[in-house]
């Protein structure tokens, strides 16, 4: 094999025990535009053969090179030898009653993921996993009571992009939906996976992949700062800073990386990420979940305001989503109702996130939380909470 094919596939493939048993072709699926291109010319082929490849699987949904019919036998059969287009399986498909759509996504080594469509009006937003599990913990999140169990390649996580956009049709152009916003909210902390989320936006956001504009894909992070300083080399995609509390104390609590990277610090890498984009008028998107009595007092949203005033923000507010290893309560509908008027009064925008898919458990990690219990962290949880074991399904 081409010293130059196996970095790319060393690349592909780290982190994935499961991949290693496969480590004789080249996941194409996972290479943006460059990497692909430097893996066609170390077989000898031309650039525009890796273009021409990258526009089958992205923009066609081809899952095998016999589809590729503007490209050469001999060379569909060469790429055949050494190189594959691996996507993650499909284990179930919820549908919801309002049109969110949800996959139950086996990851290799066995992990489910989940990944959420939310249609509204005719923007589709997908909501992507960037880890199985998440080693953070912050005190509020399904994802994190799981612990962390390993990083996604960059073909598990736009794979998910992939599966939605095929399963509406979009990628043979019959659909009548599309994913048209994406969002790194889903399980797991996309920068401390930082090179494989890159890869994967980068692959979203590109004319000869989905093309989504930059405006439209968004990562979430919970402040890995020094990450988040390195972040405008790589992409310029929407930021959102999950933020979740006015102050240090009570951010502390309930997002413990506050102890390593304080608000102030983390808002002041925020701001200079959008600073570093070459377009004006970009706002950082501050995500606030509302748990009731815990951070939903009026003294809070004023607190907050005070905190994010001269910073350029737009305020959305998700109503915390109770889980069974949980016991915090959501936010009563007057409590956000007080918050949401309190933040507007003081000039910001502000949204609330209202839940979709209630019938098929769509909200933040809900469903495959309960499928993969992983670590001995919820070892002691399931201990403590008998039913766990009655809600867990399909055998996992
Ligand atoms: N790790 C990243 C992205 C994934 S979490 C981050 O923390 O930003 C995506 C969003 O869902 C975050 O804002 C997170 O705080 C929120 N979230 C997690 N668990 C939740 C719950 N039980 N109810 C409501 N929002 C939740
Ligand atoms: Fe991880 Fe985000 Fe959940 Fe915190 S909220 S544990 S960072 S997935």
């Known amino acids: 094999m081409n010293p130059l ?27 943006p535009e460059a990497k692909l291109i430097a893996f066609f010319e170390s077989i000898g082929e031309k650039k525009f053969r890796a273009i021409q490849v ?27 030898n050494i190189a594959e287009i691996r996507l993650p399986e499909v284990v179930q498909q919820f549908d919801s009653a309002d049109g969110t759509r949800k996959f139950l996504i086996r990851v290799s080594g066995g992990n489910v993921i989940e990944t959420v469509y939310i249609p509204d009006g005719d923007r589709g937003t997908l909501c992507v996993s960037s880890q199985v599990g998440c080693s953070l913990d912050c005190s509020f999140c399904a994802t994190g009571k799981q612990g962390f169990n390993r990083d996604l390649t960059a073909a598990e996580i736009i794979g998910q992009v992939w599966i939605a956009a095929k399963s509406f049709g979009q990628l043979s152009g019959t659909g009548p939906r599309m994913v048209t916003n994406v969002v790194m909210m889903g399980m797991g902390e996309p920068l401390l996976n930082f090179d494989n989320v890159v890869d994967a936006m980068n692959l979203m956001m590109h004319d ?67 600073e570093a984009m070459p377009d004006t008028h970009r706002k950082i998107t501050i995500e ?7 951070n ?44 949401q008027d309190i933040l507007m009064q003081e000039g910001y925008i502000t949204t609330v996130r209202t839940t ?16 993969n219990d992983i670590t001995r962290r919820s070892e002691r949880y399931r201990a403590q909470f008998d039913d766990v074991q009655s809600i867990k399904i399909m055998g996992q």
Request: net charge positive; glycine share 4%.
């Open 54 to 80: 990258m526009k089958w699987i992205h923009q066609l949904g081809a899952d095998n090179f016999d589809d590729m019919t503007n490209v050469s036998k001999d060379l569909r059969s060469k790429l055949k």
């Open 356 to 371: 979709r898919g209630d019938d098929i458990d769509a909200a933040c990690g809900q469903l495959a939380g309960q499928v």
């Open 296 to 339: 939903d007092r009026p003294h809070h949203a004023k607190e907050l305001a005070e905190l994010l005033r001269n910073i350029p923000v737009k305020i959305n507010l998700i109503p915390f989503n109770p889980f069974n290893l949980s016991n915090y309560k959501r936010v009563s509908n007057t409590a956000l109702r007080k918050f």
């Open 288 to 294: 606030y979940t509302l748990i009731d009595q815990v």
């Open 208 to 274: 000869n992949a989905y093309g989504i504009s930059k405006r439209r894909v968004t990562l979430s992070t919970s402040g890995v700062v020094p990450q988040l300083d390195r972040l405008s080399q790589y992409t310029d995609a929407c930021l959102a800073i999950s933020l979740h509390a006015p102050n240090d104390e009570l951010r502390n609590e309930l997002v413990p990386i506050n102890r390593k990277y304080p608000i102030a610090m983390l808002l002041d890498s925020a701001k200079r990420y959008i």
């Open 5 to 31: 094919a196996a970095n790319i596939r060393s690349v592909e493939m780290s982190d994935s025990s499961a991949a290693a048993a496969n480590v004789e072709k080249v996941n194409l699926m996972g290479l």
